[in-house]
């Protein structure tokens, strides 16, 4: 059973995409779903991140305020690998118990923002990079998030440029609004499942 990567930048379309395959019934576990998770219910990493950053991190019921670590670490790269430090290593050991009830399959998918950056990409066997251009990934989120043009810009500015991304990744699906993805998706599913 083949482990794959997929992860794009803000607004490439990763749900959609993951939704896709999901119908061809592939199995995807979401990273950023399961960190939040954690970050809500773990004892130990609510004790790490507030020992970190005080215990106004976390809103009187006992939920992450994410808005707040978030405009905490945005600009400060220590602040921000410390957080991954602690989230990460959690994340990765319930991918692997999650895998354990998957392993009759040809291929699972873990998807997750930031895998080709932060050097994870060599834990999977592959990985598919989804592309959009900054015009179509801007008025996703923008409506998705009912956020600012300059808020998303910010986003994708701290995030690495997709070229770079590229020469990381196994497979490529373009998610422009002008190339069908059902077919790339359909394909990629093809010569990945054959390869196993």
């Known amino acids: 059973m083949k482990k794959i990567g997929i992860t794009g930048g803000i607004g490439s379309g990763k749900t959609t995409v993951c939704e896709i395959f999901k119908l061809l ?18 004892l130990e990493i609510k004790e790490r991140l507030i020992d970190l950053f005080g215990s106004s991190i976390y809103f009187p019921d006992g939920k992450l305020n994410r808005e707040k670590l978030a405009s905490t670490i945005f600009n400060n790269s220590k602040a921000m690998e410390d957080v991954r430090t602690i989230i990460h290593p959690a994340v990765r050991k319930s991918f ?5 009830n998957h392993l009759n399959e040809p ?7 930031i895998i080709l950056e932060s050097g994870s990409a060599s834990d999977f066997d592959q990985n598919i990079l989804i592309l959009a251009d900054e015009k179509a990934r801007i008025e996703r989120v923008i409506r998705r ?5 300059e808020k998303v810009m910010q986003r994708i500015r701290n995030q690495m440029p997709d070229i770079q991304k590229i020469s990381l990744a196994d497979f490529t699906i373009e998610n422009n ?14 010569i990945i499942a054959a390869e196993t």
């Open 177 to 190: 609004n002008e190339m069908l993805i059902i077919p790339q998706i359909i394909a990629l599913d093809t």
């Open 96 to 100: 692997l118990k999650w895998v354990e």
């Open 145 to 149: 998030d009912h956020t600012s043009e």
């Open 25 to 42: 019934g592939v199995a995807v576990f979401h990273a950023d779903d399961e960190a939040r998770y954690l970050q809500n219910n773990d």
């Open 107 to 113: 291929y699972v998918l873990y998807e997750a923002a």
